[in-house]
């Protein structure tokens, strides 16, 4: 609990209008998930002097923050997990300028990806990062995880488009990290600190990302495979040949069966697994990445390959693509979902050994993702309710986070840590490797106070004393 004094403080420090204590915090509680962690307090922050005073408040009293962006978080990361008050950043929502000469945009954190996808397209400019929810999703929160997207298979994660970032430190100093320029090496990268360290490190207030010049055209190929060992074999093929194209999405057996009544057209029978790509760049350049990239389905034993540039039926592939998350969640009565990386060679391998730790365990296995990037969406599921079966899918969970890092791969290629992966963090790094990124929260942050109990192993998550 909060005493009187402390809300006192709080109010006259970040004003009456952007504090809320009643029933509306319970809007605030949870990400995609669903698992409620009910603040004392949240703060709809409208400048950095709020920020600011919030900070030295929550210092002085040693009360947790946690920020949130639009809370589309599949980690928990803007869950206040140890209650506190959280700090919404949603009212931070202007993009303050589009610069086609230096090719960046100018935003606040709360700026939902879409709406800048939106603000550059007349300028003939794109921001490549596309996360699956890049409706709903803020920039700061891609940031705060470092989100990736179809497109990073071309085009990189979010990193790769951020410039400069200002920022408040716990200590309610502000900071700007990384020059606007493409280059610049001055010292340690505090920008590449902050992106990707899920709000643990600084509240970021406003950032300078890079934008790219749109391609000329785009095409969309559907490739339908007989299995999930061709779709691996085929991203292996493109890569080996040199080919890049601009999205390599798969879906398995499971997948394909969950949505095959979903998509724009009837699917032959013998069609068990999708991979859905993009072809872009000038307009002889994607029309020839387009035949190539077909030519390899047909060798890879497609069934068939669709082809469309634009139109209804690829933006309804699209959207049966973005919605899979979706789909899962509410056609299973309980769902993990991963995002693990591994070495492309070793895909199909995992994939095999994904599904026999869930059948071991009698729990669903199914997976779909960024095939390109090797990132796997293995979704472990359950067609019961109840603590039994959860139990038995966290232990597949935490047997396909050995086997990706055994591969040589990652627990989590673009959700981030958050709360739900902290308890395997060991899995991925060692004690030297963790500790030391401890001590760096700890200059941060010495008081624990900006989004505590996540990532990393720290002692007893508790409800903070107050
Ligand atoms: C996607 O690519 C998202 O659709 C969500 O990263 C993945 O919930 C999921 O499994
Ligand atoms: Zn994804």
Redesign the pocket.
């Known amino acids: 609990m909060l005493s009187a004094e402390q809300l006192r403080e709080l109010e006259a420090a970040v004003g009456a209008a952007s504090l809320i204590l009643d029933e509306r915090r319970v809007a605030f509680a949870a990400d995609?998930l669903k698992v409620p962690y009910l603040p004392h307090a949240v703060v709809e922050a409208r400048s950095v002097a709020d920020i600011q005073a919030l900070l030295r408040w929550a210092n002085r009293h040693k009360v947790p923050v946690t920020p949130r962006g639009a809370g589309t978080g599949?980690s928990g990361g803007a869950l206040a997990v140890r209650g506190g008050v959280v700090l919404s950043m949603a009212r931070f929502n202007r993009i303050l300028e589009i610069d086609p000469v230096n090719r960046w945009a100018v935003v606040e954190p709360g700026v939902i990806n879409f709406q800048l996808q939106e603000a550059a397209a007349p300028h003939g400019l794109f921001y490549p990062p596309d996360?699956?929810?890049w409706e709903s999703s803020s920039l700061g929160g891609n940031v705060a995880e470092d989100?990736?997207?179809?497109r990073c298979v071309k085009y990189g994660v979010t990193r790769a488009y951020v410039l400069q970032l200002e920022a408040v430190l716990p200590s309610g100093e502000v900071i700007t990290c990384g020059p606007r320029t493409r280059k610049g090496v001055a010292g340690y990268s505090l920008r590449d600190l902050l992106i990707g360290s899920e709000g643990t490190l600084a509240v970021i207030t406003r950032m300078v990302l890079r934008l790219q010049p749109k391609p000329a055209r785009t095409l969309t190929l559907l490739a339908l495979l007989p299995d999930s060992a061709s779709a691996c074999a085929l991203a292996a093929t493109i890569n080996r040949e040199g080919l890049t194209p601009s999205a390599l999405?798969f879906m398995d057996e499971a997948a394909v069966e969950l949505v095959r009544g979903d998509l724009p057209m009837a699917l032959p029978e013998g069609c068990r697994s999708l991979l859905l790509l993009e072809a872009d760049g000038g307009r002889a350049e994607a029309e020839e990445l387009a035949e190539r990239l077909g030519h390899l389905c047909g060798e890879a034993g497609a069934l068939d390959v669709w082809m469309a540039e634009g139109g209804e039926k690829a933006a309804r592939l699209w959207e049966v693509?973005?919605?899979?998350?979706?789909t899962?969640?509410e056609r299973f009565a309980q769902?993990l979902?991963?995002?693990i990386a591994v070495p492309l060679d070793r895909l199909q391998e995992c994939l095999e050994a994904c599904r026999r730790l869930g059948q071991a365990k009698g729990v669903h296995v199914l997976a779909?993702?960024?095939l390109g990037d090797g990132?796997l969406?293995?979704?472990v599921l359950s067609r019961e309710e109840g603590e039994a079966s959860l139990a038995r899918m966290w232990q597949v969970v935490e047997e396909i986070f050995r086997l990706a890092v055994d591969f040589g791969g990652t627990i989590t290629a673009?959700?981030g840590v958050g709360c739900w992966k902290q308890p395997y963090i060991g899995i991925e790094l060692s004690p030297q490797s963790e500790q030391l990124q401890m001590n760096i929260k700890r200059l941060f942050d010495p008081n624990n106070i900006l989004n505590p109990a996540k990532i990393f192993s720290w002692p007893q998550i508790e409800e903070f004393d107050a």
């Not at 989100?147 to 179809?150: E, K, L, S």
């Not at 693509?321 to 979706?326: A, D, G």
């Open positions: 995609e599949l996360p699956a929810s989100a990736g997207g179809p999405e693509r973005r919605r899979l998350s979706h899962t969640r769902k979902s991963e995002d779909y993702g960024h990132n969406h293995v979704n673009e959700h």
